[in-house]
């Protein structure tokens, strides 16, 4: 009867690899008795949805063998594996840190990292922003706060990130003027970027949104080590250039054994606001085709517009300044996906004892 079992299974693959799940040393624990069929799948990265997949494909497979009449499965993580714990107190009050990243710059990303915080703080969560991007730090600018230091609390000796639409944020660039230049070797970064996260009262948060730096470099990976991040959410534009890169950014991630949450595809078409033409000035769809090739949720695509243009030049987030428009609407129904994608993840996370 076993070796009908992992017959059966040879036959199903895993998805990051394309091999199949036996000679991969993924299946364990395997018992049957009395018809119950009882088995534990291991993964190298926590479960995606594309695990999820995969998870239904095993459950077909083995009840369609003769004299199972049960299958009970249970999917986790090596324990080298498992998803980190948080040292000590170290944003101990934060229940998901979030990354909001890009393969390569100038695809919008800290525009949708800000107005996806302030369209999740306006559904009710309790949001941060962290911006990660010490050599170009650009929250301050979108968020109206340039020249705007922290205070620190000196009883807690702790920095008090700056409060605006409903968000906590802090960055780099609140203590700088804006002829200054960050130029700092990376283990300065590192170390600032540490700070940020352990020195600053960020409280209770439902959700912690880190402006990631484009790319996949030092900056990247330290964040990736100082704190243990949820999943990430990879911004993209429709033209090839940018869409080679979100494989660079989804394989750093899970490198790290950071899941996917979603692909984000911005400056996704342009309506003309005079004539009402549509115009797919740097293609369209892109984004949506990538991430069904890759086996992650693709979150939505949001459309290039003058409004939020120049609302991030003026420091007014257009899910802020108008939470009534139509692009306003596009920003929380990503909102809404990132939410469900991430619920979904933490559901197939395995349990880690603290």
């Not at 018992?31 to 009882?38: A, D, K, R, Y």
């Not at 960055?171 to 170390?191: F, N």
């Not at 534009?237 to 940018?242: I, K, L």
Request: with cysteine; proline share 6%.
């Amino acid at each position: 009867m076993e070796d009908i079992v992992l017959n059966a299974l040879k036959r199903i693959r895993e998805p990051q690899s394309g091999k199949d799940i036996v000679s991969l040393d993924m299946v364990r624990g395997l018992q049957i008795h009395e018809g119950v069929l009882s088995l534990k799948i291991v993964l190298q990265i926590p479960p995606q949805e594309a695990h999820r997949a995969m998870e239904r494909e095993i459950y077909q497979a083995l009840e369609r063998i003769p004299g199972v009449k049960e299958v009970k499965l249970h999917m986790s993580t090596e324990a080298g594996n498992t998803p980190k714990t948080r040292p000590g107190n170290r944003l101990a009050g934060v229940k998901n840190i979030v990354a909001v990243a890009s393969g390569k710059g100038g695809v919008g990303k800290s525009t949708v990292a800000v107005n996806l915080a302030i369209a999740l703080a306006q559904a009710g969560h309790k949001v941060g922003l962290l911006d990660a991007d010490i050599y170009g730090p650009s929250i301050p600018t979108l968020m109206g706060l340039k020249n705007t230091p922290p205070l620190v609390d000196q009883n807690k000796k702790k920095i008090i990130p700056l409060e605006k639409y409903g968000i906590k944020t802090i960055s780099i660039g609140y203590l700088m003027r804006d002829e200054d230049a960050a130029i700092w070797r990376g283990p300065m970064v590192g170390r600032m970027l540490q700070q940020f996260v352990e020195d600053v009262d960020w409280g209770e948060l439902d959700y912690l949104l880190m402006d990631f730096p484009p790319g996949t470099g030092d900056a990247q990976l330290s964040l990736s080590q100082i704190v243990p991040i949820s999943g990430s959410v990879i911004v993209t534009t429709p033209q090839d250039v940018a869409l080679a890169d979100v494989i660079r950014g989804v394989a750093m991630f899970q490198k790290v054994q950071v899941p996917t949450i979603g692909v984000v595809e911005n400056m996704s078409f342009f309506n003309c606001p005079h004539c009402k033409e549509r115009s797919e000035i740097f293609g369209h769809g892109g984004g949506k085709k990538k991430a069904e090739e890759m086996k992650v949720p693709f979150l939505g695509e949001i459309p290039l517009q003058q409004d939020t243009r120049v609302g991030s030049d003026e420091g007014k987030p257009i899910v802020a300044m108008q939470p009534d428009s139509a692009i306003a609407q596009v920003f929380k129904t990503i909102a809404e996906n990132t939410t469900r994608e991430l619920n979904l993840i933490n559901e197939s996370r395995p349990a880690v004892n603290l």
